[in-house]
């Protein structure tokens, strides 16, 4: 194991609904990354709710990102993203604020954890208008999509490249009340 990060989906934001609402997109987020959902009409929510596991595994030289809309400096590598655009076509649930709100909690746990498992990363756009609770205010990570916006949406990406010379895994386990990231080789 390279390195494990963990934060608590139950203290994502101090109002219960907005908590809620940030809780369930970064699990949708998790369920499209791992193929568990392709479209809305597959969401079941007790099934996203439930305590399991969801996995990455990025070949050396291949990079993950949160959508397709990346910086020339990573057009033409292999790109494997989260599969959704965090909007209501795709399912995710509106805080009040925005469709989409808390995938930027995800993208900088992901952050997090990959610059401490010696991982090539790089967050154009970083969080430091807001706190990310149990996040280090230096690994905030700002996630954007907005079909059209190209480059608007690849400044406010998360890019991490698998610089190992083995495939590196992200293994995430949710338990009902806490997120953990594992990157292992």
């Known amino acids: 194991m390279l390195t494990e990060k963990s934060f608590s989906l139950q203290k994502r934001y101090g ?3 907005v908590n809620d ?3 369930d997109n970064i699990l949708l987020t998790l369920a499209y990354m791992d ?3 392709t479209k809305a009409a597959d969401i079941n929510w007790e099934a996203i709710e439930k305590s399991q596991e969801f996995k990455l595994t990025l070949k050396p030289g291949e990079v993950f990102t949160f959508h397709e809309d990346v910086l020339p400096s990573y057009q033409g590598k292999t790109i494997k993203s989260t599969n959704a655009h965090f909007n209501a076509q795709d399912g995710f649930k509106f805080s009040g604020l925005y469709f989409g709100d808390g995938v930027c909690h995800l993208a900088s746990l992901i952050y997090w954890a990959a610059i401490d498992a010696g991982l090539e990363a ?3 756009a970083s969080h430091d208008f807001m706190p990310i609770a ?3 205010k230096e690994y905030g990570v700002s996630i954007y999509y907005m079909p059209g916006s ?4 690849a400044h406010q990406n998360l890019y991490v490249t698998n610089n190992k010379d083995k495939d590196i895994r992200f293994v995430f386990n949710y338990d ?8 292992t080789e």
Do not use: S
Request: charged share 35%; hydrophobic share 35%; glycine share 8%.
């Open 150 to 153: 190209r480059d608007a949406n």
């Open 176 to 183: 009902g009340d806490n997120l953990k990231v594992q990157i």
């Open 35 to 37: 193929g568990k959902v």
């Open 21 to 23: 609402v940030f809780k």
């Open 122 to 124: 790089q967050r154009p």
């Open 15 to 17: 109002d219960k609904f």
């Open 134 to 136: 149990e996040v280090p």
